[in-house]
């Protein structure tokens, strides 16, 4: 059992090593695996062509983004669930209803034409958290910390960014090239099997740094577009507060240098971004 409470840096911490860090290790470490089976200079492995088969079997059906929400799994988010029972039945449903009537309400009349996001309110103690996440139907994890120190105003302008996300998924993925080009590692990994089997271990440890750093950028781009949309949509300035008062209240976890790409991207004036990243000292009360 994975504890959840304390720090949002430790709880981030753990969060980007199972989300981001073990999913490409993992699916890495099982296509060098089967290049290796299918070498014919690979030791016999329970008949290496069957097992080879099944490997790639499960890497069609199981890709990157199944394993990252294995690890959104394995954090124990999901086991911090609110549940409306008995006796939080009260103090539930009126979070919820806050969370509706002011923050939800509001990011849907900007944000247009989607529908309402179902709500996942999760208790992580002092830890702030909202994202947009699910297999399927996507779900809004919110931290009752996020929901009880950021004002309805703020919170919606930060879920007019998680609308941003939605927006895009509904465009369609269309080809999902980042699990294509894991193919790769097959026709690689069994030539420098049949040099080192060393060589292949080091093949795949690159390979799933090289996926690493990618889908980073990928991510960053990705924020970047659903912090244009909100943007568009509530105002630059006044989104960009609301975003870097939820990273102060993050407090370091998260890289300063991608907020100030962020930020920058959102085409302000570099005093306003200067201003955002370092507030004077009374402004960051609250958070
Ligand atoms: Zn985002």
Not at 239 to 259: I, N
């Amino acid at each position: 059992m994975i504890s959840m409470s304390g720090q949002p840096g430790a709880f981030y911490s753990r969060l980007y090593f199972w989300v981001y860090l073990f999913p490409p290790y993992v699916v890495a470490a099982l296509y060098y695996l089967v290049a290796w089976l299918i070498n014919p200079a690979s030791p016999s492995l329970l008949g290496n062509k069957g097992l080879a088969f099944m490997l790639l079997l499960v890497l069609v059906l199981v890709d990157v983004n199944w394993l990252s929400w294995l690890g959104f799994w394995l954090t124990g988010i999901t086991r911090r669930k609110i549940a409306p029972v008995d006796g939080d039945r009260l103090a539930y449903e009126q979070a919820v209803a806050l969370f509706n009537e002011r923050a939800q309400q509001s990011a849907t009349a900007l944000t247009g034409p989607l529908e309402p996001l179902p709500l996942e309110l999760i208790e992580l103690g002092a830890v702030p958290y909202l994202a947009l996440g699910g297999l399927g139907q996507p779900r809004l994890w919110l931290s009752t910390h996020t929901l009880r120190t950021t004002d309805s105003a703020d919170l919606a302008r930060l879920l007019a960014h998680e609308y941003g996300h939605r927006m895009e998924q509904q465009r369609g993925a269309g080809c999902n090239f980042a699990q294509l080009q894991w193919w790769l590692a097959l026709p690689v990994g069994w030539l420098l099997c049949a040099v080192s089997p060393l060589l292949l271990i080091a093949a795949a440890l690159v390979h799933a740094l090289i996926a690493l750093r990618v889908g980073y950028h990928q991510r960053l781009k990705a924020e970047s577009r659903a912090d244009r949309w909100a943007a568009d949509r509530v105002g630059a300035l006044d989104y960009a507060r609301a975003l870097a008062a939820y990273h102060r209240a993050v407090a370091g976890a998260r890289q300063p240098g991608a907020l100030k790409q962020r930020l920058v991207k959102l085409g302000l004036d570099p005093a306003d971004v200067a201003g955002l990243l370092n507030p004077p000292a009374g402004a960051q009360a609250g958070n």
